[in-house]
């Protein structure tokens, strides 16, 4: 089993910058991809950023150029760094990984979950 724990949400004004965390405890292998997902009310889940194992990283077309996925050098650590927020990128952060699987979308859609870090922006 992997455990996820997500943190560093809070709420900011648009244009502001947050940085969310995800530690990874228990059975989890540095070579399973990375994900973070989020999800606002009343809306679906959306991919927002991966790392496959390879390294490569991939995001959401909405996030392109404003967030950055990117893990520990020396360490299992996962980060988001989102900078230019907006209010629509409002919504609960969910960190994700799985073995075996990579792409965004489809990393961490069916194994694990954190419970997620809380994200809001005001305009």
């Known amino acids: 089993q992997v455990q996820l724990v997500e943190s560093g949400g809070g709420s900011v004004q648009a244009g502001g910058s947050l940085t969310l965390s995800c530690e990874p405890r228990g059975n989890f292998y540095n070579d399973y991809c990375m994900s973070w997902y989020r999800q606002a009310p009343g809306k679906e889940r959306e991919a927002v950023a991966v790392i496959n194992r390879d390294g490569r990283t991939d995001y959401a077309d909405s996030v392109q150029g404003r967030f950055t996925i990117y893990k520990h050098l020396t360490n299992t650590m996962l980060y988001l760094q989102m900078s230019d927020l907006k209010p629509e990128d409002t919504g609960t952060y969910y960190c994700?990984?799985?073995?075996?699987?990579?792409?965004?979308?489809?990393?961490?859609?069916?194994?694990?979950w954190g419970q997620g870090t809380q994200v809001t922006v005001s305009s």
């Open positions: 994700t990984t799985e073995p075996g699987v990579h792409g965004l979308g489809r990393c961490g859609r069916h194994a694990y």
